[in-house]
């Protein structure tokens, strides 16, 4: 009789092994985190981000997507984020020490957006902390109020409505830098408005603004599928609004992955999710969408080069630049890398 595997174990992923698609296609993974502290994730580091990226798909730059890692122990609040700059700079430099293996070729932290015009002492810290490599900052707006998910967004109503939180988005606009955020799927009206009332930000919306799929969500996939597509197509008609195409296989979202005795095939993948891709990239376009792999979050369900195949075989039906920019291009001109 064989073991059971723990699931999001490295021997669980391993167990569904793939040939690599297109191996040769460059690609820049725009959202992954690193942890020195062991989470529910477990630690990831550079050793266990190149592990991944250097599975067999050509991943030549990554983006480091604030994870509250390595936040300063002391000193003010608003500049405990600095420390997590500092902490990616010195790991970025180190990623620069290998050719063969991808190299952190930009950083996006966190700022208090709340703290509005006096987000700027915060953002010129970051940059200067950040070693040339600093893009701008995440400040979500997760909130749900049924119980599911209690502890999403520190428990804080989104603050997209304010207009702290919107003045401090313009000050960051006007000093370059991106906007990453993430919520749940009901505050995407809330995002639409935020993103019409600061039309000279450029704003990443994250991982399709989540469709909750588990606890009071978990029999309204349909439901909620129908309004998600009315909102993604609302928020697509601002220009200003970019799409990360991933972090669907959280376990928020609700497939259930982490949960079975292994984890599933590119395959299942695709035909899994194909319609959310399909939809953002027909509201967007390729010009504004980018691929992303959401690790090590996602690694909870699927692992690295499974995740990137199934990219691959939804974004086969596109042309050749369209896929490029997908998977390079995009990321490429909203990071400047």
Not at 242 to 258: E, P, Q, R, T
Request: charged letters at 20%.
């Amino acid at each position: 009789m064989s073991a059971i595997l723990e699931p999001k174990s490295a021997a669980w992923l391993d167990q569904v092994q793939e040939d690599i698609i297109d191996p040769g296609r460059r690609i820049i993974d725009p959202h992954h985190h690193l942890w020195s502290k062991p989470l529910m994730f477990g630690r990831y580091e550079l050793a266990d981000l190149w592990a991944d990226t250097g599975s067999g798909h050509n991943v030549e730059k990554t983006v480091f997507i604030d994870c509250h890692a390595n936040y300063r122990m002391d000193g003010p609040g608003r500049m405990k984020p600095i420390g997590e700059t500092e902490y990616v700079a010195e790991v970025a430099a180190a990623s620069r020490d290998n050719p063969e293996q991808a190299t952190i070729a930009a950083i996006v932290s966190h700022a208090n957006l709340l703290l509005g015009d006096g987000v700027e002492e915060v953002l010129q810290a970051h940059d200067e902390a950040g070693q040339g490599l600093f893009r701008g900052i995440r400040h979500a707006g997760p909130y749900d109020d049924t119980g599911t998910l209690v502890n999403a967004g520190g428990g804080r109503p989104c603050p997209y409505p304010e207009e702290d939180f919107r003045q401090g988005l313009r000050r960051l606009a006007a000093m370059g830098y991106t906007y990453d955020t993430w919520h749940f799927h009901m505050q995407n009206p809330a995002f639409l408005a935020l993103a019409q009332a600061v039309p000279e930000a450029t704003i990443v919306l994250d991982h399709f603004g989540t469709p909750l799929g588990v606890g009071a969500y978990a029999d309204k996939r349909e439901e909620i599928f129908a309004q998600w597509s009315k909102d993604i197509a609302a928020i697509a008609a601002c220009p200003n609004v970019y799409a990360k195409l991933g972090g669907l296989a959280m376990i928020d979202n609700g497939f259930g992955w982490d949960a079975q005795s292994r984890p599933p095939t590119s395959d299942e993948f695709v035909a899994a999710q194909r319609r959310y891709y399909e939809h953002a990239i027909d509201c967007f376009g390729p010009e504004r969408c980018m691929f992303e792999s959401n690790f090590p979050v996602d690694r909870l369900s699927i692992s690295y080069p499974v995740l990137w195949n199934g990219l691959k075989k939804i974004a086969a039906q596109y042309s050749a630049d369209e896929q490029d920019a997908m998977f390079y291009g995009t990321a490429a001109k909203v990071y400047k890398v």
